[in-house]
């Protein structure tokens, strides 16, 4: 009787998981943690004669580093109760003060949840803003297979993806625009410096922009140029650029005019096996406001795999600190070429999940995925 309600309290704490998953978790978190604290401990730190004389050294900054992270009133508190706690230890008298200091620790750690609570609260809310802000479902064009999927290293992201349509702009004669039917697929990924809540405004900021841009009579080598003069004026400091990869594609003939801004070469896959790289563009966004481009243009062919993805996807880490890598990717992709763009795309996902095992993600992972089929061409609506 007693077994079965120690059994649920168990699961209920480890969420089902196993001791060495437990384990696993802990030391990759502690891990993560550390890494928080690592670069002050590191400069800090003198150059040691002996492992044993950095020991305790490391301890005071460590706890120093960790210290002055609280409020100063949570700070006072903390060394109040460490004082309460180690007076019985020292002294073995006032035992009755381990309680007090206990108390003191567990109040300090109340109080640090309910802000971690409340902070992981509004960073669930900004997330649910920046999903709606990007397409859950690619537009459904006959004989092109759009597959995409973003996956954030903390709650909120600086990846950024889209595809839609640009309306082509004519005029009637009148004082209003014609709207023809759409012919130019626009194709983003992009990636701001960093990762969180910093990449993920100024990605929102860029975004905003781009749709704004995406819908006049303009070029896509224009709109590139524009939009990086609108990041560089957002990038305050000059700290925070974004790489970016936009396509134009004509679904009727399959050709694509693009611009790469100092992102990874997305990978073209002809139907024969060769690799093609799409290189030709210029420096990130928000570096140079007068910053020229160039833009690179090629012919798909039924059958062709195009793959645009970010670098958390091929620099992902194992627990080892070994990167996924291209030549990965390639493999893989060819081992399931032949497949719809979201087999393609789950098969590549599924690839890094398990190299990655239960190594933290330390990026923004994004990847789109794009089949070019035969007959292609004809606009057929979105799907959400």
């Known amino acids: ?105 567990l109040i300090l750690l109340a109080l640090e949840l309910a802000d971690r609570v409340m902070m992981k609260r509004d960073l669930e809310i900004a997330r649910e803003i ?17 597959a995409f999927a973003s996956r954030a290293a903390n709650t909120v992201a600086g990846d950024y993806y889209d595809a839609f349509f640009r309306p082509i702009v004519g005029d009637s004669g009148s004082n209003s625009p014609v709207l023809e039917p759409p012919e130019r697929l626009l194709l983003v990924v992009a990636d701001v410096a960093g990762k969180s809540v910093p990449a993920a405004l ?17 070029s896509l080598l224009e709109l590139v140029e524009r939009l990086n003069r609108y990041v560089c004026a957002q990038n305050v400091g000059g700290c925070r650029f974004t790489t970016a990869f936009l396509a134009e594609l004509q679904p009727a003939t399959g ?26 563009g210029g420096l990130p966004l928000g570096i140079m406001p007068q ?59 599924a690839s890094v999940d398990a190299f990655v095992g239960l190594a933290r993600q330390h990026d923004d992972i994004t990847c789109m995925v794009l089949r070019f089929e035969a007959n292609a061409g004809r606009f057929v609506g979105s799907a959400g």
């Open 1 to 105: 009787m007693i077994a079965n309600p120690l059994h649920g309290f168990w699961r209920r704490i480890s969420d089902g998981l196993e001791i060495q998953q437990l384990w696993s978790h802990f030391r990759l978190e502690t891990r993560a943690s550390y890494e928080l604290y690592s670069k002050e401990v590191e400069r800090t730190l003198p150059e040691p004669e002996s492992r044993w004389k950095r020991s305790p050294e490391v301890i005071r900054v460590l706890f120093w580093a960790m210290l002055t992270k609280l409020s100063p009133g949570r700070r006072v508190m903390l060394l109040i109760s460490l004082v309460v706690l180690a007076v019985p230890i020292l002294t073995f008298r006032y035992q009755g003060l381990t309680f007090w200091g206990g108390a003191g620790l």
């Open 130 to 146: 920046q999903n709606w802000m990007m397409p859950a479902a690619p537009p459904v064009i006959a004989g092109v297979d759009i």
């Open 202 to 218: 100024l990605m929102a900021t860029i975004q905003a922009s781009l749709r704004t841009l995406a819908g006049l009579p303009i």
């Open 255 to 280: 050709r694509l005019t693009y611009v790469n801004a100092g992102h990874n070469f997305p990978v073209l896959r002809r139907s024969t096996g060769a690799v093609e790289r799409l290189e030709f």
């Open 291 to 349: 910053a020229r481009y160039e833009c690179g243009n090629s012919t798909l062919a039924a059958g062709d795999l195009l793959l645009i993805f970010t670098d958390g996807l091929v620099e992902a880490e194992d627990a080892n600190e070994g990167e996924f890598g291209e030549p990965r990717m390639l493999a893989i992709a060819d081992t399931i070429y032949g497949k719809s763009a979201a087999e393609v795309l789950n098969g590549l996902m």
